[in-house]
């Protein structure tokens, strides 16, 4: 809870950002939780850290490995050529249709990738910018509902089925995409 409370107060409060507000937000957590019990010692936390990064293991590392993926497709002009084919079929200026297909390009550039984190880049340099966020609509708001589909990679869950993510998720993500949609249309 102090995490999110932290990130948005450094968001709206600070020029910091909301990434410095979110370790601020770690550390907060911390000292109440210190305060709790006698029992939690900063050595309590790095232990358990530590157990959490053993138990991930290698795939700890997946979401900065994917957003550098993310950097480097952006970096080698994927997002142009997705603007460039985005821009021959949404008319010029239409917020509405823009927020759509950046959406819906975010959930399909995720599956893909098995992320979103290098989804964002992509997706926001070729359609959010040229056709949602430059015709006025709030950068905001429209990237943290657009980004808000992650999928959980199969083997971090030691699922049996690789498409099992996808399948348990479908009918939820479907409803959850769509009312995503029509708030960033309604709250542009």
Known sequence: LS????????ALFTNLGALVGVGVGVFAAMLILMFFS?????????????????????????????ASLGAV???AGVGTVI??????????GN?????????????????IMGNAFAAITVMTVGIGAPFVFSHGANPALIGMVAANFNIVPVAMLEM?????????????ALFMLVFQIAYMILFK
Request: without cysteine; hydrophobic residues 50%; aromatic residues 10%.
């Open 95 to 111: 917020v509405n249709i823009g927020i759509i297909i950046y959406a819906l390009g975010m959930v399909i550039f995720t599956v």
């Open 160 to 172: 049996k089925d690789k498409y099992g993510v996808i399948k348990n998720q479908l009918f939820i």
């Open 83 to 92: 603007s460039n084919a985005v821009g021959t079929i949404v008319p010029e």
């Open 3 to 10: 995490i999110g409370v932290f990130a948005i107060l450094f």
């Open 73 to 75: 497709f952006t970096s």
């Open 38 to 66: 006698r029992d939690n010692r900063p050595s309590t936390f790095l232990d358990d850290a530590a157990d959490m990064l053993g138990t991930v293991g290698p795939l700890s590392m997946l979401p900065m490995l994917l």
